[in-house]
């Protein structure tokens, strides 16, 4: 705020009569660079700098809390898009049917998902206080106009873009490595975060799982490969998994037998 700007508004909160007003600046001028000090109506008033210098250690600070916030608003988006596009039956078969790595993540993020409105507020709230407060922190260091475009692009790339770029496609791996990390959130906003949650669960129900029925659980196999006639049929599928093991066991006895 210009110096001139601070004159006024004090003289709004104490007036003085016309004829007792006089104000002077130790720069003789009020446009001067802050910090300036200004005496007027008998009271000394020190005009510090809006923003922080970049000579000063607390200039370098802010920077880096500003990158923090930014790769902390795209870590919680990410995880968003990530987290919460995990079905627990598919977990369920990784951590069944999966390999070692896949067993072991799966295992971690499952029951993250199957709180699936806490872990949801709980990475909304951080998300919404890493962007809301990236635009402070810039605003000490920066015009407002820069801070603006700054924040928004930052947030727009950075903190969207990218992250749910890179979760969508490997969300189960990351995902299971913040998982220790969401944890933590979730205890933390859990006087905030939890009510909602459990709002959110009797409002629309805590299970979002995936079911097929039979003509789905077909045209699911056919895109994967070739349908078993017992699917199609509706022929016990023990017979079809079963022929291949007698079948085996029978070349086997007979090349032992040679």
Same mark, same amino acid.
Request: proline residues 6%.
């Given at each position: 705020m210009p110096p001139l700007a601070i004159i006024a508004l004090l003289l709004m909160i104490h007036p003085v009569p016309a004829a007792? &007003?006089? #104000?002077?600046?130790?720069?003789?001028? !009020? %446009?001067? /660079?802050?910090? @300036?000090?200004?005496? #007027?109506?008998? +009271? &000394? *008033?020190?005009?510090? /700098?809006?923003? @922080? +210098?970049? %000579?000063?250690?607390? !200039?370098?600070? *802010? $920077?880096? $809390?500003? @990158?923090?916030?930014? &790769?902390?608003?795209? &870590?919680?988006?990410?995880l968003t898009l990530g987290l919460l596009s995990l079905d627990t039956n598919a977990l369920t078969v990784l951590v069944r049917s999966g390999s070692t790595i896949e067993r072991r993540r799966a295992a971690r993020l499952l029951p993250l998902v199957r709180r699936r409105h806490w872990l949801l507020v709980t990475l909304l709230l951080a998300n919404a206080v890493c962007m809301e407060a990236l635009p402070i922190f810039l605003d000490a260091v920066a015009d407002v106009v820069v801070a603006v475009l700054v924040s928004v692009t930052a947030v727009l790339i950075f903190g969207e873009i990218v992250p749910q770029a890179v979760c969508s496609r490997f969300g189960l791996a990351i995902g299971s490595f913040c998982a220790y990390l969401v944890w933590a959130?979730? @205890?933390a906003t859990a006087p905030l975060s939890w009510p909602i949650g459990q709002l959110l669960d009797a409002l629309f129900g805590h299970t979002h799982s995936t079911f097929y029925g039979r003509a789905q659980l077909s045209e699911l196999i056919q895109l994967h490969g070739t349908l078993p006639s017992c699917i199609t049929e509706g022929a016990p599928c023990a017979a079809h998994r079963s022929a291949p093991i007698r079948a085996e066991s029978t070349a086997r006895a007979a090349h032992a037998d040679e």
């Open positions: 007792e &007003l006089q #104000c002077t600046c130790n720069h003789g001028a !009020f %446009d001067a /660079a802050p910090p @300036v000090e200004v005496a #007027c109506a008998g +009271q &000394l *008033y020190r005009l510090e /700098a809006h923003h @922080v +210098q970049p %000579d000063s250690p607390l !200039f370098w600070t *802010y $920077i880096g $809390i500003c @990158v923090a916030l930014t &790769l902390g608003a795209g &870590l919680m988006s990410g959130l979730m @205890v």
